[in-house]
């Protein structure tokens, strides 16, 4: 299994060489704590911190 990254540019947390939302090779294997937007339009977390697609997000890295 690789390791899980996550972006320094969107917070996108994926596997691979970039990232699978924005395509930045920034990104970092450190992180804390994750959030899962299943429903951007509902959901108020995601509104609050701007997140506007699907997906899996890193709310801290290190």
């Known amino acids: 299994m690789a390791k899980q990254k996550a972006c320094r ?3 996108t947390i ?10 930045s090779k920034e990104s970092i294997e450190g992180f804390k704590g994750r959030i899962v ?3 951007p339009e509902k959901s108020e977390i995601a509104q609050k911190i ?3 697609q699907k997906g899996n997000f890193a709310i801290k890295a290190r």
């Not at 994926?14 to 395509?23: A, M, S, V």
């Open 9 to 11: 540019i969107c917070n």
């Open 14 to 23: 994926y596997e691979g060489d970039k990232c699978t939302n924005c395509g």
């Open 37 to 39: 937007v299943v429903n």
């Open 50 to 52: 701007g997140i506007k």
